[in-house]
């Protein structure tokens, strides 16, 4: 069964200190690693895809990383307006457009 | 482009009623996704549809729930009859088949089962 396991829960920044927010997953043949954007009330809004270790993305101030265990969402210099959940899902090789998500990480940025 | 419309954005009920929540996806999107949002068990995957068929609805919870795309621009989601145990928040999001990278999500129905 694929699981996506993401860390810290909760997160706490100052504005300018800049963090990475963890996903870890586990399956049986990796077809693409997403990571979504949450904000209060509303639907999740598309970041980026992943499809290969090594692979790199970058939007403003995201970038995310991947491994074959694991991806990183890193924050350089967070602005409050970055304040979000964000959630990491992935899709299996399998053919299915189903994506699996974690509970996500709730990223607030202090002024 | 109007988005993913859903509705209704927030429905009270008591327990035994029938729910229905309704989706409109973005025209041009041929795969459509239903979603439930809970604090415990995060955003999973309920159904989804490719050209008005569903294909994968291993994520319905049981019987009381059921979904239909009876044409490209609509969709329901019941539930009959609703538990307490069903409140939740709601998505629908679409796609062109194959792009599941652009998976556009409405704004979402948040249930509440009294």
């Known amino acids: 069964e694929d699981q996506v396991t993401q860390s810290p829960e909760a997160l706490r920044l100052q504005e300018g200190e800049s963090s990475s927010l963890n996903c870890s997953y586990t399956?049986?043949?990796?077809?693409?690693l997403f990571w979504y954007r949450q904000d209060p009330g509303k639907g999740p809004e598309f970041l980026f895809t992943?499809?290969?270790a090594g692979e790199e993305k970058e939007k403003e101030r995201l970038k995310a990383t991947l491994t074959k265990k694991e991806s990183f969402l890193h924050i350089t210099a967070p602005k409050p307006e970055d304040s979000a959940t964000y959630l990491c899902a992935v899709q299996n090789q399998g053919g299915s457009e189903k994506l699996v998500f974690g509970k996500g990480t709730k990223l607030t940025v202090n002024p | 482009d109007a988005g993913v419309i859903q509705s209704p954005r927030h429905e009270v009920t008591e327990m035994g009623q029938e729910v229905t929540l309704r989706c409109k996806p973005i025209s041009g999107h041929n795969s459509l996704f239903w979603y439930r949002q809970t604090m415990m068990r995060g955003l999973e995957l309920l159904i989804y549809?490719?050209?008005?068929?569903?294909?994968?609805d291993s994520g319905m919870p049981e019987d009381r729930f059921s979904a239909k795309m009876p044409n490209a621009s609509f969709s329901t989601l019941k539930i009959q009859p609703s538990e307490p145990r069903d409140s939740a928040v709601y998505f629908c999001?679409?796609?062109?088949?194959?792009?599941?990278?652009?998976?556009?999500f409405g704004p979402g129905t948040r249930l509440t089962v009294l």
């Open positions: 549809f490719n050209n008005n068929v569903p294909i994968d």
């Open positions: 399956v049986s043949g990796l077809r693409g």
């Open positions: 999001a679409s796609s062109r088949q194959g792009r599941t990278d652009t998976q556009y």
């Open positions: 992943l499809y290969s």
